[in-house]
């Protein structure tokens, strides 16, 4: 049986689909295959968590729905990208991705490269459109900490890390910084999305940061658990390549067991920086004890 917390993360699925079809409309042009490819990777389902989270957040302050979907689409599209460039031949080098072949295989290189750079540079001109929000600086603000999020000290920084450290170097400081750059700072930026649209008060927006601290450690710490327990099947991509390359992870550094304690104590304590809130940030409660439980 379906509960609140699924139901309203499969509406936010439904919602951000519909929209993300509209921002990438199709194309019969010389570019036809690059319009193709990023419909291919955007459209093709994906839990939204991320767009849960910012329109979740922004439902905290009651902003309409018209701007907060749009800034959730936009960090959906950013997800992609990320997902697309991981997945070539140079970085991860996997052949499937939300069962499917990922956009390199279906496509080619150059097409996984360049749809992954349109989806990036399509979300800042969604950020910074007035349809997103009348107020220029707000547009702004969105716009300045999403570069922050992903450029060299967020996403790209910790994918540079992942990539190049060397697995006998890292210890659980060094994998926690390393993940808390490559997942979690667009993770946070999620729920920062949903305080710089909500005008939160200072007290609000440090709850909401303290809250995907936790959660995205913890969404990770499941991640590599996933990577050892989880199925290909279930999760529609390879699994154990963590493992059989020999990459240190929380699940190598900590051992499973403990592995699994951390990531349950940091969702639950992720949980209680919503207090400020009240029973109106249910929701993120929810998804707090999702990002543990889930099985994809
Ligand atoms: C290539 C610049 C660049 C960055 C890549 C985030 C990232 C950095 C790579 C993603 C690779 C990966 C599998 C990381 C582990 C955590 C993660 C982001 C998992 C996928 O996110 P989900 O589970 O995916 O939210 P869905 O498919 O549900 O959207």
Redesign the pocket.
């Known amino acids: 049986m379906e509960n609140d917390f699924g139901k309203a993360l499969r509406q936010t699925a439904e919602l951000i689909d519909k929209e993300l079809a509209e921002l990438i409309p199709e194309n019969n042009g010389p570019e036809k295959q690059l319009y193709e490819a990023m419909r291919y990777a955007a459209l093709a ?6 767009a849960f989270l910012v329109i979740q957040s922004a439902d905290l302050f009651s902003v309409p729905r018209i701007h907060s979907t749009r800034v959730a689409a936009a960090i959906e599209l950013v ?1 992609c990208y ?2 697309i ?2 997945d070539l031949p140079c ?2 080098d996997d052949d499937l991705r ?1 069962g499917l072949p990922t956009v390199h295989k279906k496509f080619d290189e150059a097409t996984a490269v360049l749809s992954g750079d349109a989806l990036q540079s399509l979300a800042f001109e969604i950020l910074s459109d007035p349809l997103t929000h009348p107020s220029p600086e707000v547009r702004v603000s969105l716009v300045s900490c999403l570069s922050h999020a992903i450029g060299l000290r967020g ?2 920084g ?2 540079t890390m992942d990539i190049y450290a060397n697995s006998k170097d890292i210890d659980i400081q060094t994998i926690t910084r390393l993940q808390q750059l ?2 979690g700072a ?1 993770i946070s930026f999620a729920c920062e999305a949903g305080a710089i649209l909500g005008h939160a008060s200072p007290p609000q927006r440090h709850a909401l940061k303290a809250y995907t601290h936790d959660l995205g450690l913890a969404f ?1 710490i499941a ?1 590599d658990i996933l990577d050892i327990e989880g199925s290909a099947e279930e999760m529609g991509k390879a699994t154990q390549k963590d493992t059989d390359a020999g990459k240190a992870t929380f699940v190598s550094l900590m051992g499973l067991e403990d592995a699994k304690i951390h990531a349950s104590m940091l969702a639950d304590q992720a949980v209680t920086h919503l207090d400020i809130f009240g029973p109106k940030a249910d929701l993120l409660r929810h998804a707090a004890a999702f990002t543990i439980e889930r099985r ?1």
Do not use: C
Request: charged share 35%; no cysteine.
């Open positions: 389902g994906g839990k939204r968590l991320r997800h990320s997902l460039h991981d970085m991860d939300r996403m790209v910790g994918q490559k997942t667009l990770q991640d994809i």
